[in-house]
């Protein structure tokens, strides 16, 4: 989140000059050009609290059936596949869902933990889902949808409630917090998803510590890129989440996010991640920073299959104040993405991007569409700022978490509220706060009244909406191009939509994304938009070392 809120402050001094006709060109190179890959070293590496044992028990006699050949004809059906093709092998009696578990399940076992490679993306494994799978393969296969969640294997990042394992947040004090199910993961049962497990993230999903590096927990250690391993940055808050799905732990991942948490561990990945309209998915279930910007939303490796993914987790939640305030609609996200020509479809799309961002990546993609037939605009970027920003998160944790704990944290639970959390802490700081816990004591130490509060979130969304629709009325524009989370501070008090598909890679092999924003339930949109983008570009490559 800190670096979240340097960035937007960074970003918004920066003008750009209008240029509506000729092709972009880009007058410097990367923001990163230093290709000597230097290792970066981390105070906390492995978890100090996971116990792997227990972790892999319920799997051992399973996996030690699953052969090398097993491995080897699961992976030319899954691995790297879209979801539609996965279900049409299955149907095709080519692969069972069982099949398809063991297979991330090796994975998760080869990659994740104490070798080389290890990326500490997992922080938890359903103990009953090889069982589960099984159950499916019962099913008469002809009838399952090939563009529906059923039977794939899910991992949820760990803010997000599951029974039958603990949702954590990260943090050694919610280390037994058995809680049931979020709304969405009722939804995904009722889909008929299988929840394969818990992915890592950064603890209190990265509103904790003031100098931690994204991706770090106290239960789940530290994640790690594998575009560049110990290199490259994560991103957070959903750091497990899109590293699992960069290295094909799963088929896919639900992240969360309250300012650029789905958005940069995404683009970080090379992954495509939507932060849906604030209120869209319920929050009902799924550990708190702010009720006014929190939302979860789906990290895919495919267009294609995130809109599967946002369709399985739809659903009204009467408990949650921002799905009874937005009353959106129930829309087909997947329908008009089977059979669309991203050349005719981009064919009068208009499309507003900031000559600012002088990424040659970022050049790239806006040439590439302006050849696919879309209108490219250059815009200016509005001189506005987030004022108080950061005292919303304050404020709402404050209120926030406690709710949560006492409504849907397990009843074992020892602490209510984060004067507990934060005293808990201390007790054992070098396992339980190794980088200490400023972000905490700052939300305890805010306050304000209920108008100045209520006047602080108004000015914020007023604020959002205005750096936007400016640009998007005056130009009558579909959507406005952004790179990786840059703008997504913006976004996120606006309550916008926005998504991030694949860019490209700069020298450091670092991945990079294009990041579509637009108005409120833009969703069907900005994934039509991002599905034809990743078909003319096709940027996503699959992280070296993790091919086997």
């Given at each position: 989140?800190?670096?979240?809120?340097?960035?937007?402050?960074?970003?918004?001094?920066?003008?750009?000059?209008?240029?509506?006709?000729?092709?972009?060109?880009?007058?410097?190179?990367?923001?990163?050009?230093?290709?000597?890959?230097?290792?970066?070293?981390?105070?906390?590496?492995?978890?100090?609290?996971?116990?792997?044992?227990?972790?892999?028990?319920?799997?051992?006699?399973?996996?030690?059936?699953?052969?090398?050949?097993?491995?080897?004809?699961?992976?030319?059906?899954?691995?790297?596949?879209?979801?539609?093709?996965?279900?049409?092998?299955?149907?095709?009696?080519?692969?069972?869902?069982?099949?398809?578990?063991?297979?991330?399940?090796?994975?998760?076992?080869?990659?994740?933990?104490?070798?080389?490679?290890?990326?500490?993306?997992?922080?938890?494994?359903?103990?009953?889902?090889?069982?589960?799978?099984?159950?499916?393969?019962?099913?008469?296969?002809?009838?399952?949808?090939?563009?529906?969640?059923?039977?794939?294997?899910?991992?949820?990042?760990?803010?997000?409630?599951?029974?039958?394992?603990?949702?954590?947040?990260?943090?050694?004090?919610?280390?037994?917090?058995?809680?049931?199910?979020?709304?969405?993961?009722?939804?995904?049962?009722?889909?008929?998803?299988?929840?394969?497990?818990?992915?890592?993230?950064?603890?209190?999903?990265?509103?904790?510590?003031?100098?931690?590096?994204?991706?770090?927990?106290?239960?789940?250690?530290?994640?790690?890129?594998?575009?560049?391993?110990?290199?490259?940055?994560?991103?957070?808050?959903?750091?497990?989440?899109?590293?699992?799905?960069?290295?094909?732990?799963?088929?896919?991942?639900?992240?969360?996010?309250?300012?650029?948490?789905?958005?940069?561990?995404?683009?970080?990945?090379?992954?495509?991640?939507?932060?849906?309209?604030?209120?869209?998915?319920?929050?009902?279930?799924?550990?708190?920073?702010?009720?006014?910007?929190?939302?979860?939303?789906?990290?895919?490796?495919?267009?294609?299959?995130?809109?599967?993914?946002?369709?399985?987790?739809?659903?009204?939640?009467?408990?949650?104040?921002?799905?009874?305030?937005?009353?959106?609609?129930?829309?087909?996200?997947?329908?008009?993405?089977?059979?669309?020509?991203?050349?005719?479809?981009?064919?009068?799309?208009?499309?507003?991007?900031?000559?600012?961002?002088?990424?040659?990546?970022?050049?790239?993609?806006?040439?590439a569409l302006k050849d696919a037939g879309a209108t490219l605009i250059e815009l200016e970027r509005p001189e506005i700022d987030l004022p108080q920003f950061l005292r919303v998160l304050n404020l709402d944790m404050q209120k926030d978490l406690p709710i949560y704990i006492s409504k849907y944290g397990a009843k074992t639970l020892a602490v209510k509220d984060l004067n507990d959390i934060t005293a808990y802490n201390?007790?054992?700081?070098?396992?339980?706060?190794?980088?200490?816990?400023?972000?905490?004591?700052?939300?305890?130490?805010?306050?304000?009244?209920?108008?100045?509060?209520?006047?602080?979130?108004?000015?914020?969304?007023?604020?959002?909406?205005?750096?936007?629709?400016?640009?998007?009325?005056?130009?009558?524009?579909?959507?406005?191009?952004?790179?990786?989370?840059?703008?997504?501070?913006?976004?996120?008090?606006?309550?916008?939509?926005?998504?991030?598909?694949?860019?490209?890679?700069?020298?450091?092999?670092?991945?990079?994304?294009?990041?579509?924003?637009?108005?409120?339930?833009?969703?069907?949109?900005?994934?039509?938009?991002?599905?034809?983008?990743?078909?003319?570009?096709?940027?996503?490559?699959?992280?070296?070392?993790?091919?086997?």
């Amino acid at each position: 989140m800190k670096r979240i809120l340097l960035l937007l402050a960074l970003c918004a001094i920066i003008s750009c000059k209008e240029n509506t006709n000729a092709h972009v060109t880009a007058t410097t190179v990367e923001t990163v050009t230093d290709t000597t890959f230097k290792e970066r070293e981390f105070a906390v590496l492995d978890s100090k609290v996971l116990n792997l044992d227990k972790l892999w028990e319920p799997f051992n006699e399973d996996l030690a059936q699953f052969t090398d050949a097993d491995y080897a004809r699961v992976k030319m059906l899954a691995f790297e596949k879209t979801i539609p093709e996965i279900q049409r092998a299955i149907v095709d009696g080519k692969l069972s869902y069982e099949d398809l578990v063991l297979f991330y399940l090796s994975r998760i076992k080869k990659y994740d933990r104490n070798n080389d490679l290890s990326l500490n993306a997992v922080i938890a494994l359903n103990p009953n889902v090889v069982a589960e799978a099984r159950t499916l393969d019962l099913q008469e296969k002809l009838l399952v949808d090939m563009y529906s969640i059923y039977g794939m294997p899910i991992l949820l990042k760990d803010n997000i409630n599951a029974s039958g394992m603990p949702t954590t947040a990260g943090a050694v004090v919610f280390e037994d917090n058995n809680a049931e199910d979020a709304f969405i993961t009722k939804q995904l049962k009722a889909n008929a998803a299988l929840i394969l497990g818990k992915a890592n993230l950064s603890e209190w999903a990265y509103f904790f510590c003031n100098d931690c590096p994204s991706g770090y927990s106290a239960i789940g250690g530290q994640t790690l890129n594998p575009y560049g391993r110990k290199i490259h940055d994560t991103g957070g808050s959903s750091s497990g989440s899109g590293v699992s799905m960069a290295a094909n732990f799963a088929a896919a991942a639900v992240g969360s996010e309250t300012s650029g948490s789905i958005l940069s561990p995404s683009s970080s990945n090379s992954v495509v991640g939507l932060k849906p309209t604030i209120g869209l998915l319920s929050r009902g279930g799924i550990v708190p920073i702010s009720s006014t910007l929190d939302t979860p939303g789906p990290m895919t490796r495919s267009v294609i299959d995130n809109a599967i993914l946002l369709q399985a987790m739809t659903g009204f939640d009467d408990e949650d104040a921002k799905a009874v305030s937005l009353k959106a609609p129930k829309t087909d996200y997947v329908s008009a993405l089977k059979n669309l020509n991203a050349s005719e479809y981009l064919k009068g799309k208009r499309l507003g991007y900031y000559k600012s961002y002088e990424d040659t990546l970022y050049v790239q993609a806006v040439n590439a569409l302006k050849d696919a037939g879309a209108t490219l605009i250059e815009l200016e970027r509005p001189e506005i700022d987030l004022p108080q920003f950061l005292r919303v998160l304050n404020l709402d944790m404050q209120k926030d978490l406690p709710i949560y704990i006492s409504k849907y944290g397990a009843k074992t639970l020892a602490v209510k509220d984060l004067n507990d959390i934060t005293a808990y802490n201390k007790e054992d700081s070098l396992v339980r706060m190794p980088y200490g816990q400023g972000l905490l004591y700052g939300v305890l130490a805010d306050s304000a009244s209920t108008e100045e509060f209520t006047a602080i979130k108004d000015t914020l969304e007023r604020n959002g909406r205005q750096f936007f629709d400016e640009s998007i009325n005056a130009n009558n524009l579909d959507a406005v191009l952004s790179i990786n989370n840059y703008m997504a501070g913006f976004a996120a008090v606006a309550k916008y939509p926005a998504i991030t598909v694949p860019m490209g890679y700069k020298e450091t092999h670092q991945p990079m994304g294009l990041t579509f924003i637009a108005p409120t339930l833009s969703e069907a949109k900005l994934l039509e938009l991002a599905y034809a983008y990743g078909t003319i570009s096709k940027m996503r490559k699959t992280p070296i070392d993790y091919e086997e």
